[in-house]
């Protein structure tokens, strides 16, 4: 099964930490913007001719900033052009601060079936430190709006000023008001965003004082009984952001717009990161790609592991053999033996002991070459 | 060939900084040898690592023509000389192939202690000195004083001094005048066989070892065939010539002249630095008198970042000795490093110079243990035996005493600072014998220090204390008996060899805590917790511990991110590959380097 991402890069204002391709003063070209997506999701269409697709994300970005009739368009064209299944994962990203009854009812209309809601923190002063145009009670009114429905609430850690505390509070937040997922991440301080300077002078939490934020977050996720099934990524059962899963599975997935990124038939491309140019390429009839590569052997070994192991169930023996048609236990014995006390070796998967699963680069990169 | 009458071959003796690469470039200037506008400043500091620091580390020779008032011309050749003390064997060896020595002395400063060390030198070598006084366009000069300060400190007659500026160019038509005047022509004979000192050699790819010789008697040419009374390896002479600076063959080399020989000489242990050359066919009866034989006081462990260029490593140790016959080194191995090599340095710059020289010239990326000295160790057995390297140190029960080598230390400074010097000597273990008033301004302190203890930073400390102004002069005098231990470093409970040291027992304690916090923070957090701790024998006397990492984790990894964040792996991973493991400690190279910080001032 195969996914599909459209990235719409306009926002109401621009956050501090944001280091994704987005534009808080060029919501005008949305129309236009919208209609190149479809052009380009049309031009491609050939490539997928006889793929089966699952999934498809809106993501941003700000989708829910824009226009909602302009969300409908990609999602007839999505169906229009690609074989997707009618229980497909539809799912739109949204900032609290940009919704109201009427978006919600059309998105729903149009098929979406799943919302992702960045919430990040339940505390107002934070979300004013991080630029987030919304506070508390734009979440609780978004919240309501999707009461019943299938929907995430992003949370961050490492913020300024931040407790242990305060990440438990934002996720009872969350909780209470029906999220089925939750996306509990850190802030990574970028180089080039306002929040940079926050970092270079001090003032976000060291690594410790994060990582006892996650343990605190993670207890209190497992106690009002969402499952941890990656290292960000927290649900109730059953309600897995499949579209996301197929990332870390190594599946395929067409990246639609600026600076969207696809795999597919083996190989990885992206989009220009420049909205101009972006236009030009595709109102000319080519494809706006500026990058393409095919990973084999090591490399897409390495990405498979790299992958698997953020998630709780780890390395599926069988899929990596049937991938690369090696054994995964005899291709790395020695990397196995060397991190036994971090690994769980079982039947048929080796994954992250639950404990290592936040320090997990210092595993994965032992296995890479 | 030239008439020995019109030559002066000669030296510039002077303290860091105190402008002899400037003068030696205005000689140059003035003579014609190199024109103002292809003059690149200071052009004997040709290495880089020279230039940067503002020293001569090899010898340069440089032939120039001057056109004197008596009106003959002359022929001077001018050897270059390091200033440091650490260079001393350098010095010596530029000393053999002179008659005469520029002293420069700074108007403003006077004398300075490692000028001293140089002109005894030179006046042991029966050379003539000829005082120069230079910086006189500094508002501070005061070359009056500087001259009388001459005449007091080392006795000379500083009447004749030139005063000059070798910055603005002034009266530098008076050194090259007294050069010729006072310095005496070169005697030798050159009808006598051939005896020709070697004071310098390097290798060049294409023409094989050139030897730099000061002829003293005879004649050598094209076609002789030559040796040495070292080697029964003979050679035949392929080139000669002098230096121009750049190599500039000549028909012959005769008595008193100062060139190079190329004979595509494979082997520089053939021809080693300080042999005679002689002619094969009409030998001399005997050899000149050679050099003092080379003392290491400073040895450390040098080895490959990566283990598998050793080979590299040797190659690169292999050149450096050619024209450095000052490095000694024999392969070594360590638990924690590897394969590498024991290296013997005449005193710590020599030692920087080197491991700089290894990176920047060779591009290699070089480990460095904790430099330490020889120690005198005598055996319950009453076998007495040299340790320089603290792994191979007896074990503490087959030790009946250890001693350790002592240096008498001059060092120079304005009576203000005494108390800070005196101070810093006290922490040294230094033991006080005296102290003497040059004048009012300067008084010399002469303190007895072990020489393990000035390795480190004492220099610097001297320096940073006195903000800048003494300058201190040391020689080896002897061992005397002393309380030393052994320190060892365990991570993760495994004695790291790498990082173990011989220290005085009273300053085991601070040293060995000291290092533990230092190394705290030097080694990367782990997946586990590593304790560092520092041990004497089998007991703890410190420790630290590095915690385990908590938090090394890429936030999202969604559709887009999958490559860029693949990257950010590897070069986590590139940053692993540079480390060593000690044990299941992975440590970066750095690491090494903090046994060398004392105290984190």
Known sequence: MAGIYVHIPFCKSKCRYCDFTSFPDKLNLAESYVACVCREMSKRSPAAEGVNFDTLYIGGGTPSVIDKTYIGMIIAAAKKYYNLSPSAEITIEMNPGTVDESKISFYKKCGVNRFSVGLQSAIDSQLADLGRCHTLNSFVYCAKLLKGENFNADVMIGLKNQTAEDVQNTIKVAHAFGASHISMYALTPEDGTPIYTDYLNGELPDGDEVAAMYAAGLSCLESLGYRRYEVSNFCKEGKESRHNLNYWHRGEYLGFGVSASSFFKGVRFTNTFDLDEYFKCILSDNFAVIDAQKPEGEDAREEFIMLALRTADGVCLQDYKSCFGSDFLTDYAAVIKKLSHCLEVGENRVRIRPEYLFVQNSIIVEFFA | ?601
Do not use: W
Request: proline letters at 5%; hydrophobic letters at 40%.
């Open chain 2, 1 to 601: 060939m030239s008439d020995s009458k019109y030559i002066r071959n000669f030296c510039i003796i002077a303290h860091i900084d105190h402008g002899k690469s400037t003068l030696a470039d205005r000689l140059m200037e003035l003579t014609g040898q190199v024109s103002e506008r292809d003059m690149e400043d200071q052009l004997l500091d040709s290495m880089d690592i020279e230039r940067e620091r503002g020293i001569t580390i090899k010898l340069t020779p440089v032939r120039m023509f001057y056109s004197a008032d008596d009106g003959n011309e002359y022929e001077l050749n001018l050897i270059d000389t390091p200033g440091h003390v650490d260079f001393t064997y350098e010095v010596s060896r530029s000393l053999a192939a002179c008659e005469g020595a520029i002293l420069i002395v700074d108007a403003s400063q006077g004398v300075e202690a490692q000028t001293l060390a140089n002109v005894y030198l030179a006046l042991e070598n029966d050379l003539e000195i000829l005082p120069v006084i230079n910086k006189i366009d500094l508002p501070s000069a005061r070359p009056e004083e500087a001259k009388k300060e001459i005449e007091e400190v080392i006795g000379l007659d500083a009447s004749y001094a030139p005063l000059v500026s070798a910055k603005e160019g002034t009266n530098i038509r008076d050194v090259l005048e007294a050069v010729v005047k006072y310095f005496p022509a070169p005697s030798g004979d050159s009808s006598a066989p051939l005896k020709a000192l070697i004071f310098d050699s390097y290798y060049d790819n294409y023409k094989g070892v050139i030897l730099f010789v000061r002829v003293k008697d005879g004649e050598v040419k094209p076609g002789d065939r030559i040796k040495t009374f070292r080697s029964d390896k003979q050679y035949d002479v392929v080139e000669v010539g002098v230096f121009s600076p750049g190599l500039l063959p000549r028909q012959s080399l005769s008595a008193g002249e100062v060139g190079y020989i190329a004979a595509s000489i494979k082997s520089i242990q053939d021809f080693a630095v300080g042999d005679t050359v002689t002619n094969a066919a009409a030998p001399a009866a005997e050899p000149l008198p050679g050099y003092k034989k080379v003392q290491s006081v400073v040895f450390c462990g040098i080895y490959p970042l990566d283990g598998s260029k050793f080979n590299d490593l040797k190659d690169a140790i292999g050149k450096l000795q050619l024209n450095d016959a000052s490095l000694l080194f024999e392969p070594d191995t360590s638990v924690a490093l590897g394969f590498g090599f024991r290296c013997g340095f005449l005193g710590l710059l020599h030692m920087e110079i080197i491991q700089e020289r290894l990176e920047r010239e060779f591009g290699l990326e070089i480990i460095t243990t904790a430099p330490s000295v020889s120690y005198k160790v005598v055996k319950t057995d009453g076998e007495c035996v040299y340790v320089d390297n603290p792994s191979h140190l007896p074990s503490a029960s087959e030790i009946e005493h250890m001693e350790e080598p002592i240096v008498k230390a001059d060092i120079f400074s304005p009576p203000d600072y005494l108390g800070q010097i005196m101070d810093l000597c006290r922490e040294k273990r230094g033991v006080f014998i005296g102290m003497t008033y040059l004048d009012k301004s300067r008084v010399k302190l002469e303190y007895e220090l072990p020489l393990n203890e000035i390795i480190f930073d004492f220099f610097d400390s001297v320096k940073s204390r006195t903000r800048g102004y003494a300058s201190f002069d040391y020689e080896l005098i002897g061992y005397k008996p002393a309380k030393l231990v052994k320190l060892d470093i365990l991570l993760n409970g495994e004695v790291c060899d790498a990082l173990s040291m011989i220290v005085h027992e009273d300053s085991a304690y601070p040293r060995g805590r000291t290092l533990c916090e230092n190394l705290k923070e030097a080694i990367p957090r782990q997946l586990f917790e590593v304790p560092v701790q520092a041990a004497i024998g089998g007991k703890i006397i410190a420790r630290e511990t590095v915690k385990a990492v908590r938090k090394d984790v890429l936030a999202k990894c969604y559709g887009g991110d999958i490559t860029r964040k693949k990257k950010l792996l590897e070069k986590q991973k590139e940053g692993k590959k540079r480390m060593r493991s000690i044990g299941s400690v992975e440590v970066p190279s750095e690491v090494f380097m903090q046994i060398l910080k004392t105290n984190k001032d």
